[in-house]
């Protein structure tokens, strides 16, 4: 039965990532919920923009801060908060018993979850450009495909960290991840500029990932927004989104190994109703 | 040869969270236990004894406040990475899993974290599912699942992957005469096809823990109180005689244990049928007179007097004073 | 009695909902949690106003998108609130079949679950429309307020939606643990088309008349009403509502509504129906 390590955590992976992808195709109401009514936020900003008489490129920013939900959330809720989920209903130990990974476990969720993240993500950005009329800059396809990827590395990263919160906590991890929504998506300026928050604010949100790469997707989509609306250089966005990866994935495996230890101790790691 | 678990003095002390939600409680205080490669290997022992609390140490998922324990030699506290590769845990009552997913499906999603090949994964599921008469239910969503499905399906879960040495906490917990018969056969023929595979078993169920368990311990407040196989452990009350009273309900019990003779004494009261069970470790026999005398008297009829066997249940209250709940 | 046993039922449930909502932490993280919250969803929309704006808060429009956005709270979390309580007592705690096999009404038990929410929420509100009104200059009650209006349609809108709210849970009966979408969709419609937080004017002409068959619509033009009489009259392009006296708008909020509650009361009542049927009132959908 032995396997290497490698092998063994990558099966973990492909095992925690198979209920989510069945899951998904057994129960298809997702599609709707997923697809259609998430554009509904981002229409309603969108809207109100058009009501400003507000520039067009920012009924482009709200269609991509839109779509971006879908991996903010994904990270929040489909893959973090999900170990409060799996402490009730008693998954959890034996996931901690098994010899694997704890970032094994949280990637398959990740994993699992990107189908649903992905089609909700693409159907905001699709649907918002056809209904809106957006345009959007094409001529840089490497540095996209390099920025979203960072992006969604560091964030994932940043997700396990958030994550190992549950090992020790229940319900209070829960609601902290409940009071982080809005606050993340006004810090990271999901739907307006980062600059407007200032300097140092802008600074400050620049620690989580995804900040710094919606500014720079923005100002990729819509290059002629760089200078009015864009915080940093992209190239400077991007080296520090490479950083944060680095960071971030050392941090979540010191978090996670850290807070597992605490649980154990205050014998709270398996304690459910807390 | 080195044990399959040993621990050496162990105590864990759960601290309360806040003041106001009580005090430290002690579920385990000093265990010193042994078991061999090869056992079946019983904790018996009274709800709240720290049973769980013994098998969470063991299976990784709670460190020991002091105290050592060793699982195939390896520290469960340091070294729990070796330990994890050799374990696997099941509990009575279990209702981990998905519903979205059959219970070959949940099956297999749990032989991928210890690393296990799918085709191999997949065979050994196929046989064992035949083996606990599932076969028919590979394909069924585990929320339509009964409870005694369900918890054969937690037993396959748990020794699918082959364990080494594996943790049973009260794996018959809730279930029919039928479903609980499968799955202790099932168990003892696992243990006795490989001498390298160990099991320890936690239950409240004396009769199981006796015919299944090679040795047993009998654990209550956090104390091994006694740990040696069925017979000895009997034998610690044979000297003695049980006595086994039905009558109808005696209100005044305050006397009976007071009775020259009468080592030990418990009662159970019936309100639906109005009875009263007294049971009695005796010195000796001449106390039974006295006993019958004093139910008399104190207005009730005896229904029946037997004289038992001694039981686990019999050593349980000699050496602490009550009986199981 | 049958009313007696009601309004049993309804406060012990509103104690339970009490306890679900606040017992996870302290008293200060939990008030830091219910202030926080709703301040920082409203500055997403104020720093989007004062991007394109460059920082004039104290004009009609302004106050007319950060009340619609205070108010739009309770619809949110109303929804949410009375949705979740199916979806938590089913998959989390499993207690839903004990509930709905007990001899009580299972609507109240829902609707005390949600009241908590509602007064919860309340303080949120309240806090937001201080921190507008003392921070940013929003125009509450600059030119008085019509309390009867403000009162008598915040009481009619509370009601209505936890009506819809009820409906919501019935659908969630019968769908997975995704059910979040339900009431983030159903919330994403009126807050897009219910004059949340731009007036329904901006829609295309077809979509207004999807508005204006929406209680929410009603409610939040009456809310405004209400609090900024004064602001609503100077909102320039109109909202699409202002041929319509405080009469016709309360009358208009009281039809909508009522059918939106026969609406609720049928999907309550077929969903449940089905999920009887289907053996779905504990079953587990999580993956």
Not at chain 1, 35 to 44: D, E, G, N, Q, R
Not at chain 2, 5 to 17: I, N
Not at chain 2, 159 to 166: G, L
Not at chain 3, 275 to 283: E, L, Q, T
Request: charged content about 20%; proline content about 3%; glycine content about 8%.
């Amino acid at each position: 039965m032995s396997d290497t390590w490698l092998m063994t955590n990558l099966r973990a992976v492909k095992g925690r990532a198979y209920p989510r992808i069945i899951g998904a195709s057994r129960e298809p109401s997702w599609i709707f919920f997923e697809v259609a009514l998430p554009l509904l936020t981002v229409a309603a900003y969108a809207y109100i923009y058009k009501f400003m008489e507000a520039p067009a490129a920012f009924v482009g920013f709200v269609i991509l801060g839109g779509a971006m939900t879908a991996f903010w959330l994904n990270v929040l809720w489909g893959m973090a908060s999900q170990l409060y989920w799996e402490k009730e209903t008693g998954n959890l130990q034996l996931y901690l018993m098994a010899p694997i990974s704890r970032m094994s476990l949280l990637a398959g969720m990740a994993v699992g979850g990107l189908m649903g993240t992905t089609m909700r993500a693409a159907a905001t950005m699709i649907i918002g450009i056809c209904v809106f009329s957006i345009t959007l800059d094409l001529s840089e396809p490497l540095m996209l495909f390099a920025v979203f990827m960072a992006t969604m590395i560091a964030l994932y990263g940043m997700g396990m960290m958030f994550a190992s919160l549950y090992l020790l906590l229940g319900r209070e991890a829960w609601h902290m991840s409940n009071l982080m929504t809005e606050p993340i998506y006004l810090a990271s300026g999901f739907y307006f500029p980062v600059k407007a928050l200032g300097a140092y604010a802008a600074v400050g949100a620049s620690v989580i990932p995804i900040t710094l790469g919606l500014d720079a997707l923005r100002q990729l989509f819509y290059p002629s927004s760089r200078e009015a609306y864009g915080f940093l250089p992209i190239e400077i966005e991007l080296l520090v989104l490479v950083g944060l990866c680095g960071l971030f994935l050392v941090l979540s495996k010191i978090s996670l190994d850290y807070m597992e230890k605490l649980g154990k101790s205050t014998g709270r790691l398996t304690l459910r109703w807390q | 040869m080195q044990p399959a678990v040993e621990t050496k003095a162990l105590t864990r002390v759960f601290h309360p969270k806040k003041k106001k939600e009580g005090k430290s409680v002690t579920a385990l205080a000093g265990v010193d236990l042994r078991i061999e490669q090869g056992e079946l290997f019983g904790l018996l022992g009274p709800n709240g004894a720290g049973k769980t609390t013994l098998l969470k140490i063991l299976s990784t998922l709670l460190l020991p406040t002091t105290g050592k324990a060793y699982v195939a030699g390896y520290d469960v506290a340091t070294q729990f990475h070796a330990v994890r590769k050799r374990i696997n845990m099941v509990s009575g009552g279990e209702i981990s899993g998905y519903g979205l997913l059959t219970v070959k499906e949940n099956l297999w999603m749990f032989t991928q974290f210890y690393g296990m090949k799918s085709q191999v994964a997949l065979k050994r599921i196929d046989e064992m599912l035949e083996q606990f008469g599932l076969a028919d239910k590979k394909n069924e969503k585990v929320r339509a699942l009964s409870t005694g499905q369900r918890q054969k399906m937690n037993v396959i879960r748990g020794f699918v992957t082959d364990p080494e040495i594996i943790f049973l906490d009260e794996p018959t917990l809730g279930l029919d005469v039928n479903a609980s018969r499968t799955i202790r056969e099932f168990i003892v023929d696992w243990v006795k096809k490989r001498n390298d595979r160990t099991v320890l078993l936690t239950t409240h169920y004396m009769a199981e823990a006796d015919q299944l368990c090679g040795r047993i311990a009998i654990i209550d407040d956090g104390r091994i109180l006694a740990c040696d196989t069925p017979e000895n452990l009997k034998k610690m009350v044979k000297t003695s005689t049980m006595l086994k009273l039905d009558t109808t309900h005696l209100g005044n019990k305050q006397g009976l244990s007071s009775i020259k003779g009468v080592e030990k004494f418990t009662f159970t009261d019936n309100p639906e049928s109005n009875m009263t069970s007294l049971r009695f470790v005796l010195e000796d026999e001449v106390a039974v007179s006295d006993i019958v005398s004093a139910v008399i008297a104190g207005g009730a009829k005896i229904l029946g007097l037997r004289k038992t066997e001694p039981t686990l249940e019999d050593v349980f209250i000699k050496l602490v004073g009550k009986g199981f709940e | 009695m049958a009313v007696m046993d009601d309004l049993k039922t309804f406060k012990n449930s509103a104690w339970l909902g009490w306890q679900m909502e606040a017992n996870w932490t302290d008293p200060f993280l939990f008030a830091t949690y219910s202030i926080v919250k709703p301040i920082a969803g409203t500055l997403i929309l104020v720093f989007m106003y004062l991007v394109i704006t460059s920082g004039e808060t104290e004009t009609a429009f302004f106050s007319y998108m950060y009340v619609g956005n205070a108010f739009y709270m309770f619809v949110a979390e109303v929804l949410f609130g009375v949705t979740w309580v199916i979806h938590d007592d089913r998959e989390h705690f499993m207690t839903l079949k004990q509930v709905y096999i007990a001899p009580i009404k299972f609507y109240v038990y829902v609707f005390g679950r949600a009241a908590i929410k509602i007064a919860i929420v309340s303080i949120g509100v309240l806090v937001t429309l201080a921190f507008g009104v003392f921070v940013l200059g929003v125009q509450v009650g600059a030119g008085g307020v019509d309390i009867p209006l403000f009162v008598l349609s915040l009481l009619l809108g509370l009601s209505m939606l936890l009506v819809m709210g009820l409906a919501m849970g019935g659908l969630t009966f019968l769908t997975a643990k995704h059910e979040g979408g339900i009431n983030e969709g159903v919330a994403g419609v009126f807050y897009v088309l219910s004059g949340v937080i731009f007036p329904i004017t901006v829609l295309p002409h077809w979509v207004q008349g999807v508005s204006m068959t929406l209680p929410v619509t009603y409610w939040m033009e009456a809310i405004r009403r209400g609090l900024m009489p004064d602001a609503m009259a100077e909102i320039a392009r109109g909202t699409g509502l202002e041929h319509l006296t405080n009469l016709e708008l309360m009358g208009a909020l009281l039809l909508s509504a009522a059918a939106f509650l026969l609406l609720s009361v049928s999907v309550f009542k077929y969903a449940d129906r089905v999920a009887r049927r289907k053996g779905r009132i504990d079953w587990t959908s999580a993956y």
